[in-house]
């Protein structure tokens, strides 16, 4: 059952954060890997996602929207250059905690912004039956996105859509030998 954009985005977010500890506290090191690639599969298409889907509902549906979805896109670039970094990490490496503190420093205060001010703004602006729309284009897009960071491609559609269906079977084809958790 696919229920309104911001309960599907929040769901996002806490699949994000749950992973976080599983990445810093975990000593084996096989696990911080499983949980590095499932942060970096989940938060890449969120991310793009939001890019192809969100943003330019924002830019639609709210007098400040445009302002809004620039502002994220920029946002999300900083946040793409450090998942870039981090994605390609070994736990063992000395920059490996302060790469996932910072990314998830910046992760967090998008977060914040997006579950307190933004979406709740966009869903006043919306029907039910738009919202329910907008989650299920949302799910389903990230689908065929790109499952790793490439903060040099472009972040807004139509370009970021074409860049992402060319990008994302590469991605997808390197994820079938990656290691991944046995119950996230």
């Given at each position: 059952m696919v229920g309104r954009i911001i309960d599907t985005v929040k769901e996002d977010h806490r699949t994000l954060e749950a992973c976080y500890p599983r990445i810093v506290d975990e000593s084996d090191r096989k696990e911080q890997i499983r949980f590095q690639n499932l942060f970096t599969w989940e938060l890449?298409?969120?991310?793009v996602g939001k890019e192809v889907v969100l943003?330019?509902?924002?830019?639609?549906?709210?007098?400040?929207?445009?302002a809004m979805a620039?502002?994220?896109r920029n946002a999300n670039h900083t946040i793409k250059e450090d998942l870039k970094k981090f994605q390609s990490l070994d736990p063992s490496n000395s920059e490996y905690t302060p790469s996932i503190q910072s990314?998830?420093?910046h992760l967090r205060q998008r977060i914040t912004d997006e579950e307190t001010?933004?979406?709740?703004?966009?869903?006043?602006?919306?029907?039910?039956?738009e919202s329910t729309h907008l989650s299920r284009s949302f799910s389903w897009t990230k689908i065929f996105l790109p499952t790793r960071a490439h903060p040099d491609a472009p972040s807004k559609p139509p370009f970021e859509t074409a860049v992402g269906l060319v990008?994302?079977?590469?991605?997808?084809?390197?994820?079938?030998?990656?290691?991944?958790?046995q119950h996230a």
């Open positions: 890449a298409r969120n991310l943003y330019p509902a924002l830019e639609k549906h709210l007098p400040d929207g445009a620039s502002q994220n990314l998830m420093s001010n933004q979406l709740p703004k966009l869903e006043k602006a919306l029907t039910e039956k990008t994302a079977p590469f991605d997808q084809l390197a994820d079938l030998f990656r290691k991944w958790p």
